[in-house]
């Protein structure tokens, strides 16, 4: 944040929007007035101001489900924080991950975390534009340009499938798939962001595919 000051309301709090860090799910909302804010930032711990029990109180403090802060935004009035956090636990008191749920009273299923491609994404595009990072792998893999990005992602295709098929074979574990599906899904961002192809459009062309009701 900048060093520009929270506009508080008329009770000294302001709203603090719970964010998950990698899935973007929104997990809560609470209150903060300005001792919890400061307790926040200065220890990574998430703290709020309970407006029912008129005190500070530190999230997960009886149940062991802390959040831990990973970083917070405000909207251009001042007047609301999104704070972004992993949780240790569930972030509702029921026990639920969240405390929202659809307005009918169905509850979707956890989401698997996508938003957080978009910290590696902004990574890559980062090196790959910046002088500094000469000599990085991400860097000298799109100096080669599509034959070399190309040739790894044809490499790293191929051994997904063979750990697929292994899988299939019970001859490997979950593991093995994810961390060759890893290695691809790096591989794709390297090739889109060196031929300046950015992952926003691909989301875009399969949602244009995407079928609605």
Not at 73 to 92: M, N
Not at 101 to 113: K, L, Y
Not at 116 to 121: K, S, T, V, Y
Not at 130 to 138: L, V
Request: charged content about 25%; proline content about 4%; hydrophobic content about 40%.
């Amino acid at each position: 944040m900048s060093d520009q000051p929270i506009t508080w309301d008329d009770r000294g709090l302001v709203p603090a929007i719970v964010q998950h860090h990698r899935t973007a799910e929104v997990l809560m909302m609470a209150w903060m007035d300005a001792e919890a804010l400061s307790l926040t930032l200065s220890t990574g711990d998430v703290y709020f101001w309970s407006r029912s029990r008129r005190r500070l109180w530190k999230k997960g403090e009886t149940s062991g489900n802390i959040l831990r802060l990973v970083g917070i935004r405000v909207d251009c009035d001042r007047d609301t924080l999104v704070v972004r956090v992993g949780p240790a636990g569930p972030a509702c008191h029921t026990g639920s991950r969240t405390c929202f749920e659809d307005i009918d009273g169905g509850d979707r299923p956890a989401p698997q975390g996508f938003a957080d491609l978009e910290g590696l994404w902004q990574t890559i595009a980062d090196r790959i534009s910046s002088a500094s990072a000469t000599g990085s792998y991400t860097v000298r893999l799109a100096e080669g340009g599509p034959p070399a990005t190309g040739r790894k992602l044809i490499e790293e295709a191929s051994e997904l499938s063979e750990a697929a098929l292994l899988h299939q074979a019970d001859r490997a574990g979950d593991r093995r798939v994810a961390e060759e599906a890893g290695d691809l899904v790096y591989h794709l961002l390297v090739l889109l962001a060196e031929r300046g192809v950015s992952a926003r459009e691909v989301i875009e062309e399969l949602a244009s595919r995407r079928r609605t009701p």
